[in-house]
């Protein structure tokens, strides 16, 4: 796959201090309606099927206490578990 992505996506978690921030963090900058569920589940539905791809998905991790950015890893494992499914186009890059 070459290094060209149709989409490029920054979810910026660095200020979130509750999991709804997180959430409206994700529907902001993925263009989501407010039907988007609050979920997991929601979030690889979202990735693997919702948004245009190719796509690199940049995500800024440092929040603010520990319960957020446990959250946060989990969101990054579902992300990652899209990244391995090649036909998707999808790649995640962490910034600290």
Known sequence: MENKFDAKYELDFSECTTLG???AVI???LDLTDEFGE??????DVITGMIPVPAEISIIKCAKNREIISYIER????LRRAEKEEHLGIRVVIKE
């Open 21 to 23: 921030e997180i959430y």
């Open 27 to 29: 529907r902001e900058t």
């Open 75 to 78: 969101i990054i494992v579902i």
């Open 39 to 44: 979920n997991l589940s929601a979030v690889w």
